[in-house]
């Protein structure tokens, strides 16, 4: 691993404003096994030109089960089922349902925000949006046309 940093170090110094992609970068190479857990599956879904969507599947778990926080452009979504009595009469030949605890982070781009939290059939949906302030968006800058002055009118005094 560290021939890989020695070869990105320099072009890390030529990144400047990328230091996400460089945090991302660095958390992928430190822990492997984090990175890439795939409990609970998700999908991320682009709904239009400024809403996204992220879709849990969270069988087993309800609402007062979940959390989601949202801190510093990092989304985090965290599970953990409450202790449910074990009923005597009931003998559990197969667990197929996963009811672990888990955390699963996303790291949000600039200016998207949560909008909203549903929690349906088992699928947990946040719903974000991108909103760019007014002044951080493009804007044409008109281009004054100066007269032009001609030769002819230089050499000619009135």
Sequence with gaps: ??????????????????????????????????????????????????????????????????NIVLENGVLT?????????ADEKVQILHRGIAARPFERTFRLADYIKVTDADLRDGLLTVSLQREIPEEKKPRMIPIKESPAKSIENKGKKK
């Design 1 to 66: 691993m560290t021939n890989v940093m020695t070869l990105t170090t320099p072009l890390m110094r030529q990144t400047v404003g990328f230091d996400r992609l460089n945090e991302m970068f660095e958390s992928l190479l430190r822990d492997t096994s984090e990175s890439f857990d795939s409990y609970p599956p998700y999908n991320i879904e682009k709904i239009g030109e400024d809403d996204y969507r992220i879709t849990m599947a969270v069988a087993g778990f309800g609402q007062e089960d979940l």
């Design 77 to 85: 979504v965290s599970g953990r089922t409450k202790k449910q009595e």
